[in-house]
Structure formats: structure tokens, C-alpha cells
């Protein structure tokens, strides 16, 4: 987990208003290493600068971000360059400049190495801390969630997965600061996911520019098709969400139960679609304006041919009124179905005239 700092919010201040007098650019690169080794430890830290905590006048900061804008300054070849990242220093530390769908400070985005910006997403394999797992075939891995909590969510906002099978989405949440609320059709898997989430050690993960929060989970057993998501909310006091994520059965493809009602027991493409379509409709009402919905989905093949089942849903979103955003593709080298079986899938490709699954579709709507 990225280190952080805990820096005296006045004291650098002074430190750096006092260095921005500097006219002498040998001598402010002389201050700046000096600077360096102060935050580097506590032990060394001779200007009192760093905090054992958060109360007082605080600011925390990430160990590497810190030392990447000093070492700026320091490697600068001009005096102007070097008065420029100093000024970008202060202004990182002094004001906090986020927008209305996350906590992200603008003021210092090199801080945040850990979030995803690209298109690709090449993944080694699942994370798999506290209680995460691959128990239940199908689940989603826990990274997707976590990268559009923290793009699209500010702490102590609601989060609606209409799909939540094991509870991936709400673990995060949990973790992130955030409140979640879940829909699961089969009653022993809800069970499950609600016993997972009361036993995750990682909970409540404390945030780079936030504190901790108090934070609200709650699985209920029903069909997303058919589910009276107002009434859920007016019963939680509330009156909208504010991300909505939705990982749905690849139609058929795994079978996750019995019942009639799951996707995955629908018999036609045309009817599967339709239904997922009665889940968006749901839903729509109660996401706020301007926020987002993430939907996760792969394609299938059957009778030898390739399903765009992702566009298809892609499709049945737009028609509601969303307009997308981004389509990402999520690489997965490790998967449970396909683990110490490369050979002989490629075999199957080789004779088969198919290429081999390897992708998912991430599709971001607005509303």
C-alpha cells in the first residue's frame, strides 16, 4: 500500500513561502535536499515537519508524490522551472481542488499512480486480501469495482449493484468509505456475501485526502427485473444513488442456479437482452443525474459463433437515455475455467478456427 505522510500544513508553508524568496537557484537546491531528508523520517526530521497524526493543522500526503515534486525542483536547469514546481508544491498542499464525482484533489494529481486512466487493462490476476476469493465461479475481480469507486464516488456516497452475487462491489465499498447496497436473486448466496462482509479485516482503508467514515452495507434477496428500488430506498431514508454497477450473467454460460428467473436460465439471446433491459429501467429513476453506470460484461460463443453480447447490452443502456463514456477492455491472464489448461484451449483455437476469450467489455454510461 502506497506510504503516506503526515506534514505539518503550517510549518511547510512557512518552509516554502521562505524558499520562494530564494533568488539564488543553487542555494534553493541546497533547501530542497534539505527538505528532502526531513520528510524521508521522522529520526531525521530537524525542521519539525512531519506529524505522528492527523489532529492539528495536518495535511497527508503520499511519500512518493512528495518526493517527486522536490526532486523536481531540485533537478530543474532554470530558476523559473524550479519557482514553477515550487509553486505547484504549495498550491498541492495548501488548497484541495476536487470536482462532484470524486475526492480526487486536481491540485495533486501525480498522487494518484493507483487509479486506472487508460482504455486497457492488463491483470495479472484477481486481488485476493481478506476475504476476496474466486468461490463463487463468476464473480467479478474486486479491481473493477474499487477503480470506478474511486473515479466516480466521493466518500460516504451510495453505491446500487443490482447483480451483487458475492458481494465484490459492497466489500469495496466498505473498504473505500462508501455506502452499498446489493440485489441477489438466490437467498444462500446473499447469505454468503453478507457474512464475507462482516468478517473483511481490510474495511475502512484510510484515504490519502479523507478520514474515515462510517460506512453502510445491506443485501437484499430479489429479482432486479421486477425489484421496487424506490420503496428500498425510502425505507434507507434516501432518495437516489449515486453510482450504479452491474455485472450481469454472460447469459448463459454459467449456470448460477435453478431458478427460473435468473438470467442465466433464459432461454433466447433476444430474451435475455429484454430482461436486462427491465433492470436499467429500474434503476434509471433512482441514479442521479450527471452520475454514472458501470456495466461489466463478456461475450459468448454458441454453435460455433461469436455473440456480441456486450454491444448488445451496450445497446439496450443507450436506448434509456445514457450516453457512454468509455469502453474499456479488461485483460485477464488468470481465470479459474482456463487455469493450467493454455495448451490445450490453444489446441481448441488451432483446430477450431476461434480465438480464445480473453477480454471483458467495461462500458461507462452518464445519465
Not at 506534514?7 to 516554502?16: D, Q, Y
Not at 444462500?188 to 467514515?213: C, H, M, W, Y
Amino acid at each position: 500500500m502506497e506510504r503516506t505522510v503526515i506534514l505539518n500544513k503550517s510549518r511547510v508553508l512557512e518552509i516554502l513561502n521562505r524558499l520562494s524568496a530564494f533568488e539564488d537557484i543553487k542555494s534553493l537546491k541546497i533547501e530542497i535536499r534539505r527538505l528532502e531528508e526531513n520528510v524521508s523520517s521522522p529520526k531525521k526530521d530537524s525542521m519539525g515537519i512531519l506529524n505522528i497524526d492527523e489532529n492539528g493543522d495536518t495535511v497527508k500526503v503520499s511519500q512518493s508524490y512528495l518526493s517527486h515534486q522536490l526532486q523536481q525542483i531540485e533537478k530543474s536547469k532554470t530558476f523559473e522551472r524550479s519557482h514553477y514546481y515550487l509553486n505547484q508544491l504549495k498550491k498541492g498542499i495548501k488548497e484541495k481542488k476536487t470536482n462532484k464525482i470524486n475526492d480526487i484533489n486536481l491540485n495533486r494529481w501525480g498522487e494518484y499512480d493507483h487509479i486506472l486512466t487508460d482504455s486497457l487493462w492488463v491483470l495479472d490476476k484477481r486481488d485476493s486480501s481478506g476475504v476476496h476469493s474466486a468461490w463463487y465461479w463468476g464473480n467479478f475481480i474486486p479491481q473493477i469495482p474499487r477503480q470506478m469507486l474511486l473515479r466516480f464516488t466521493k466518500a460516504g456516497e451510495w453505491v446500487l449493484d443490482p447483480f451483487v452475487g458475492s458481494g465484490t462491489t459492497l466489500i469495496e465499498c466498505q473498504r473505500l468509505g462508501r455506502n452499498g447496497i446489493g440485489i441477489e436473486l438466490q437467498p444462500e448466496i446473499a447469505r454468503r456475501a453478507k457474512e464475507l462482509l462482516q468478517k473483511d479485516k481490510n474495511g475502512n482503508e484510510p484515504f490519502v485526502t479523507s478520514e474515515k467514515l462510517d460506512t453502510r452495507t445491506q443485501i437484499e434477496v430479489g429479482d432486479s427485473t421486477e425489484f421496487d428500488f424506490r420503496e428500498l430506498l425510502k425505507k434507507n431514508e434516501l432518495k437516489s444513488v449515486q453510482l450504479l454497477i452491474m455485472h450481469p450473467p454472460y447469459h448463459d454460460i454459467i449456470k448460477f442456479s435453478q431458478n427460473p428467473k435468473d438470467l442465466c436460465n433464459v432461454k433466447s439471446i433476444e430474451e435475455f437482452v429484454k430482461l436486462f433491459g427491465k433492470v436499467v429501467d429500474n434503476t434509471y429513476p433512482i441514479l442521479d443525474k450527471g452520475r454514472y453506470l458501470v456495466l461489466v460484461i463478456g461475450d459468448k460463443y454458441s454453435r460455433g459463433n461469436w455473440v456480441p453480447l456486450g454491444f448488445m447490452l451496450m445497446n439496450e443502456v443507450l436506448k434509456r437515455g445514457y450516453s457512454l463514456k468509455s469502453t474499456i477492455v479488461k485483460n485477464f491472464e488468470e481465470t479459474t475455467g482456463k487455469r493450467n489448461q493454455k495448451e490445450l484451449w490453444r489446441y481448441r483455437a488451432l483446430v477450431g478456427g476461434f480465438y480464445i476469450f480473453k477480454h471483458e467489455y467495461i462500458f461507462l454510461f452518464k445519465k
